[in-house]
């Protein structure tokens, strides 16, 4: 599977914005997906994950309340809308990609990885 994220760009602290996840493949619905982040001088850190049936969701304590991962499997669509944005979660953020199990918390839990998409938010 191939993983395309966008929806990155700049904005003041306090406000939103929606990452998209977007993957090839007609099997997507069955792949569990996560989204990592890495700040700058960072290492890449677990932001938030959802299984391939959606019905389980983990996050970091850092955005809990905060964000919000979803997915659309008939666009073969992964989202996560930000809000309350701060400038600590400034980063470029990851999409990955398992199939089948749970959405894991570790890097080492994925196989498929897309680009990032730069986050800035400014104070």
């Known amino acids: 599977v191939q993983l395309q994220a966008s929806g990155g760009g700049s904005v003041q602290a306090g406000g939103s914005l929606r990452l998209s996840c977007a993957a090839s493949?007609?099997?997507?619905?069955?792949?569990?997906v996560g989204w990592f982040r890495q700040a700058p001088g960072k290492e890449r850190e677990f932001v938030s994950g959802?299984?391939?049936?959606?019905?389980?969701?983990p996050y970091a304590d850092s955005v809990k309340g905060r964000f919000t991962i979803s997915r659309d499997n008939a666009k073969n669509t992964v989202y996560l809308q930000m809000n309350s944005l701060k400038p600590e979660d400034t980063a470029v953020y990851f999409c990955?990609?398992?199939?089948?199990?749970?959405?894991?918390?570790?890097?080492?839990?994925?196989?498929?990885w897309g680009q990032g998409t730069l986050v800035t938010v400014s104070s």
């Open positions: 990955a990609a398992r199939r089948t199990l749970p959405a894991g918390t570790r890097m080492g839990d994925y196989d498929y």
């Open positions: 493949g007609r099997t997507f619905s069955s792949y569990a």
């Open positions: 959802i299984s391939w049936s959606g019905g389980r969701t």
